[in-house]
């Protein structure tokens, strides 16, 4: 009875793996610059799980839009009495090398920063002290959970957007 109970199990079997496959996961998109390239002046998120879809940057007379879909799903981390759930990034090229920045905190479902605060004086790093995006350049932009210090509330981040810095 043994054999005829087998052959059951593995026809079974054989039908489940037909009706429900399991397809190869789909690969993380390719990110526009080879992060293993990247000089981080901030914590190295290269490996964070992309969790967060940066579907667009934006940038008016006032304000940097950053709008991505985990804005209002990182939680919040009290950090000397500030609630902060994120860090905006900025990929800037010099001499041919990519350099990684982040330039500000995020609060929890902040997606817009004033667009003064993607400059040196935010950054806080070397070679970028005194650095300003410049109209017509190209930039990339990324946001992730908190990554400027030691401080941490996800290891997350978004994809990385190339955006041309406008007048």
Request: no cysteine; hydrophobic share 35%.
């Given at each position: 009875?043994?054999?005829?109970?087998?052959?059951?199990?593995?026809?079974?079997?054989?039908?489940w793996e037909k009706i429900n496959p399991n397809p190869e996961p789909e690969p993380e998109p390719e990110e526009p610059i080879p992060l293993d390239q990247v000089t981080w002046l901030h914590t190295n998120v290269?490996?964070?799980?992309?969790?967060?879809?940066?579907?667009?940057?934006?940038?008016?007379?006032?304000?940097?839009?950053?709008?991505?879909?985990?804005?209002?799903?990182?939680?919040?981390?009290?950090?000397?009495?500030?609630?902060?759930?994120?860090?905006?990034?900025?990929?800037?090229?010099?001499?041919?090398?990519?350099?990684?920045?982040?330039?500000?905190?995020?609060?929890?479902?902040?997606?817009?920063?004033?667009?003064?605060?993607?400059?040196?004086?935010?950054?806080?790093?070397?070679?970028?002290?005194?650095?300003?995006?410049?109209?017509?350049?190209?930039?990339?932009?990324?946001?992730?959970?908190?990554?400027?210090?030691?401080?941490?509330?996800?290891?997350?981040?978004?994809?990385?957007?190339?955006?041309?810095?406008?007048?």
């Amino acid at each position: 009875m043994s054999w005829f109970s087998d052959f059951w199990k593995e026809l079974w079997k054989k039908i489940w793996e037909k009706i429900n496959p399991n397809p190869e996961p789909e690969p993380e998109p390719e990110e526009p610059i080879p992060l293993d390239q990247v000089t981080w002046l901030h914590t190295n998120v290269k490996d964070w799980a992309v969790t967060s879809e940066l579907r667009s940057v934006n940038v008016d007379s006032s304000f940097i839009h950053l709008d991505h879909s985990k804005a209002a799903e990182w939680p919040g981390k009290n950090i000397n009495g500030t609630e902060l759930a994120g860090n905006p990034w900025i990929f800037i090229q010099k001499d041919g090398q990519w350099y990684a920045a982040t330039w500000e905190w995020l609060r929890p479902g902040q997606t817009r920063k004033n667009r003064s605060a993607v400059n040196g004086d935010h950054i806080k790093q070397n070679p970028f002290w005194d650095w300003s995006p410049v109209a017509g350049e190209t930039y990339g932009f990324m946001v992730s959970g908190l990554a400027r210090d030691g401080n941490r509330n996800v290891k997350e981040r978004s994809n990385i957007v190339m955006f041309e810095w406008p007048n």
